[in-house]
Nanobody, 125 residues
Framework: QVQLVESGGGLVQAGGSLKLSCAAS????????MGWFRQAPGKERSFVAR???????DYTNSVKGRFTISRDNAKSTVDLQMNSLKPEDTAVYYC???????????????????WGQGTQVTVSS
């Protein structure tokens, strides 16, 4: 079993930056792929970023070049550095874990076995 807890959300003006963190407990996540998803009001939960156990990263096109996902296995944490934020980035952001690692369908919510409770990110214009 794995428990995930997100933190770092808040209110920021367009063009600003925010860093989200995901803390894992229970079984080690060092061999897991880790992902960030987001969900805006009335919308489906959608993929943001994924990092494999070896550090390979993938991003949805709308955040590529602005967001950076990273992990620290010694701390059992996964971060999402968000720069040049836009109002359309406003959403609840969720951390997720996939024990299988290196899956092709990393962009699908059903790929991930464990989820955090989410943290709100609001970007004002």
């Amino acid at each position: 079993q794995v428990q995930l807890v997100e933190s770092g959300g808040g209110l920021v003006q367009a063009g600003g930056s925010l860093k989200l963190s995901c803390a894992a407990s229970g079984r080690t996540i060092s061999s897991y792929a880790m992902g960030w998803f987001r969900q805006a009001p009335g919308k489906e939960r959608s993929f943001v970023a994924r990092i494999t156990s070896r550090g390979t990263t993938d991003y949805t096109n709308s955040v590529k070049g602005r967001f950076t996902i990273s992990r620290d296995n010694a701390k059992s944490t996964v971060d999402l550095q968000m720069n040049s934020l836009k109002p359309e980035d406003t959403a609840v952001y969720y951390c997720a874990a996939d024990p299988q690692d290196y899956r092709s369908a990393y962009y699908r919510t059903t790929t991930y076995a464990y989820w955090g409770q989410g943290t709100q990110v609001t970007v004002s214009s």
